[in-house]
Every structure is written in C-alpha cells, then in structure tokens.
C-alpha cells in the first residue's frame, strides 16, 4: 500500500510527466491544446497546477486511457503518475484492467469512428491489449483514420514509429540536442519489427528551457517524436521493452487483421 508522502508525490508529478511525453504530439498540431507554448511552458514549470490540468484533459486521445486505467486501479485522479508511467510506459499495474473493460472502453470511443472497421480493432483487445500509448498507436491508430489518406509506406511507417514511445542510450549531448542510440521500426511486407540500434539527434530543450535536465552519455531516456521524455530508470526501461514487444507480437501473430499492415501495404 502506497504511503501518504508517496501518494501525495503521484499526485504532484502525474500532469508534469503527462507534459512531457503528450508534449512532442501536440506540437506537431496531432493532439491536446492549440496553445501548445503554454502547455510547454506549464509542462516545464515543474508543478502540477490546474492550468496544466485543464489542458491534459484536452487531450482527446490519450486522457480517456488515463480515465479507463485510474477507474481500474481504484485511483479517483487520472492524472496521478503511477497512472500516467502506465499509460505511456507501461507497468505491472496494467495487468489490473480487464479485457472486459478495455473492450467497452473502445466500444464507447471508436465504434462509431471506424464503422466498418470496428471488428478488426476489437482483434487486439481480444488478443490481450492492454490500454497503454504502443496499444493505440499498433493496434488502434491504423483503424480510426489517424495515418490521413496518404497511404504510403514509408511515410505510415515513420509515424508509427515516431509516434510510439521508444527508448534510447544518450551517446552525447550538446546544447540543446542528444546524440542518442535506438533502433527505429521495420516492416518487411508481412512483420512489423525492431530494427538494428543506430544514432540520432533528438531535442530536450529550447533555448535551454527543457523537461529533463542534466542528462549524462549511458542514460536510458525515452523518446516521442523528435523529443527526449524523461530519463527511464532500469524498471521503467524493461516495462516499455516488455509492452512494446507485447504488442508487436499482437499484430504480427496474434490478429486476422493486423491495423499496421492495413496502412503499410
């Protein structure tokens, strides 16, 4: 049982490191506030505010998942961070939320949305979805239109994989930019998978104005778009390995209609 301080902290963090990852996506205009300065600025004040409250419930997409995880767990905030770490990075916690509820849940939001598509999404609940961030970008993202008309491969394929959560090893660090070591997605035709570790440059501040200061060569941080998360602790780091694997191994071997190979062709 969680202790009153430790209550307390989860509550106080929980919209901060909402901020950090729904950040990336709503600066690209897919999600959350139009405002999305101030919702930086909020994210990166460091406390949990009601300002920054009101805009995480803006966010259409991700926040019903933090309602449905929360009702679950018995938890009356969303917002609180054993909450949110489940959502983006996944936790053991999820394990909690029954298939029952995560169907009605997809039932109430996305029957209507995917029409004739729904059955195929219903796939991966039925699989062992569970409702964390890489579920609703492999499993769900593909069946409700949000890939636009623009089927091309490459193009679909890079959104998956900018969009899910990923991790990485800091290499180097330089002003505002990491030099970071992942490995991006592949698809063959038939199998969405990991592919070989590379490098790239991602962000974690502007004009020194960050959500994860102090990052050293060797940290294991997480990524969303072009941006660094939070830095991931060895628990943390296995959770989003295990989840993300979970769920590839949903749609490359446990669905009739995998959404991925629906937009990759």
């Avoid at 970071?180 to 199998?191: F, H, K, M, P």
């Avoid at 200061?213 to 830095?231: F, I, K, N, Q, T």
Wanted: proline share 6%; net charge neutral; glycine share 10%.
């Amino acid at each position: 049982m969680s202790t009153p301080t430790e209550l307390a902290t989860a509550a106080a963090q929980g919209p901060v490191l909402f901020a950090r990852y729904a950040f990336p996506p709503n600066s690209h205009g897919y999600c959350g506030p139009a405002d999305n300065q101030a919702f930086f600025e909020h994210g990166t004040s460091g406390g949990a505010d009601r300002g920054l409250r009101v805009m995480a419930q803006a966010f259409a997409g991700a926040f019903p998942y933090l309602e449905l995880i929360a009702a679950a767990l018995g938890l009356k905030d969303p917002l609180d961070a054993r909450v949110v770490e489940a959502y983006w990075v996944g936790s053991p916690l999820l394990e909690r939320v029954s298939t029952t509820l995560v169907g009605n849940s997809m039932e109430e939001r996305f029957r209507r949305r995917s029409g004739p598509r729904f059955p195929s999404l219903t796939e991966g609940v039925l699989a062992g979805g569970l409702p964390t961030h890489c579920f609703h970008v492999f499993c769900i993202y593909p069946w409700i239109g949000l890939l636009g008309d623009d089927r091309r491969a490459q193009q679909s394929l890079t959104v998956l994989d900018r969009c899910r959560i990923r991790w990485g090893r800091v290499v180097s660090t330089a002003g505002d930019q990491v030099l970071v070591e992942s490995s991006a997605l592949t698809w063959d035709g038939r199998r969405l998978e990991l592919g070989p570790s590379g490098v790239e440059t991602v962000v974690r501040s502007i004009d020194g104005v960050g959500m994860v200061p102090d990052l050293a060569p060797g940290d294991w941080v997480s990524l969303h778009w072009e941006w660094v998360c939070d830095r991931l602790s060895e628990r943390q780091l296995r959770a989003l390995r295990h989840y993300t694997l979970r769920h590839l191994a949903i749609v490359n071997d446990g669905v009739a209609h995998p959404g991925p190979a629906a937009v990759l062709g």
